[in-house]
DNA sequence: GGCATGCTTTGATCTAGATCAAACAGCGAT
DNA sequence: ATCGCTGTTTGATCTAGATCAAAGCATGCC
């Protein structure tokens, strides 16, 4: 499932990252339209399957990328294997992390994604040239941190119960199209990831769920599709 | 304890925040020598008592600061009162959410401390004017996410006794002066605090601490005074 | 001093969630 | 179809850590 770092960009698709042309991406909305284009000349766009590796934890990444489609899921592992998702993203996210070459994280596709990826030493230059740019990465970044630290209420504070149906709440709620009240998305996380996301185990993720099911508050078909009847009620559980 | 918003801005100690022109503080690092001359005559210094808030959560705040000495926690509670400290901030450390008035989370002085007041408007306008202060308000923001997940690993993934070795060593790395290998140091949180950061009880708290106390990986002195005589076993109680 | 007050430690018990162990899909390959 | 494989659910039991309850121990106040 890996793909090395180089293997990467090197054998990507080779075709220019022309939907970021549109406003798709945090780098591209920020970039000048000359700069966009020598980007687009240094860029390619990816498909990634889901369960592969974009950037491993340990490695020195030489690149960074923007999602255009999927989720991504930033992971950290012990040596014992113990591991845990520390972040989900989703497009138009930046995958990377600036002013650092070595990741003490992983970034897996979660599910089939697409990606435009861009050479770390270009990007880097075309941030300290554009504050707009910059910017935005800093908004970013505190957009995650955010993220990061309502998830540390999360896992730290919050039962099994409420654990499953805060990220079944974050999720309808990243998942896009949703009716006046009620919203139906896939899941992109098996049991396991999103055992691994709320520092539990499968079984009792499963149990939840089937908690949840079994009180109405959401409709489970194939796994992966989940339909919640009333957002509210989601809401509800959370105990915010 | 608690020092309304406005009040903690309007009754400073009316004094120019003068050891910023030192190096000190995020801020000033990365400001010209005019723009520094403006900044502190619109800043206050301010010491605050241990327990005081310097941010409410779900506030606006008007202001930003600087840690100059003592330590911040960054705290989140829940409306039943469960509570989770979601971050610790050490000089030179900036304080404030840019781009967001209302602040998601409190910020509590954990120790007697000092801090610079700085208006938000003055340093929102000087942000973005000033790309060297954005990168730097950037770095930092880069930093707080790095530890934030490295703090979720701890939350979701580690036993009791790790968690609270991580947070042992965690204080160990930001109290400046240490010896070779033996340090020392003042835990700046109650162990109802440290619960509140390891997402434990003040119970097993306690007992992780006479765990490492009686097998000699910590002596204790006066509840709050801490000596590792020899870091490199701390660190291996954590299982990184 | 003597006594209230707020931490902190220690002990006894309880329980939410982990662990161990089966069954139960779905699904692609033969 | 049948087989094998992987992911999921469900059940039975166990345990790390929570909860309940009581002492210690500093510190400040009268």
Redesign the pocket.
Known sequence: MDVARSELFETGTPVACASCQARHGVVCGALSSGQLRELNRHSLRRKIEAGCEIIAQGSESSFYSNIMRGVVKLCKVMQDGRQQIVGLQFAPDFVGRPFIRESSLSAEAATDAEICVFPRNLLDRMISETPELQRSLHDQALKELDAAREWMLTLGRR???EKVASLLYLIATHAEPQTATSTAFDLPL???EIADFL?????????Q??RLRKSGVIR?E???HIIVPDMDELERMISA
Chains 1, 2 share one sequence.
Not at 199 to 207: A, K
């Open positions: 039962t099994a119960g098996s049991r396991a520092g539990m185990t499968i079984e009792t993720v499963s149990r769920m089937t489970i194939n796994f992966r």
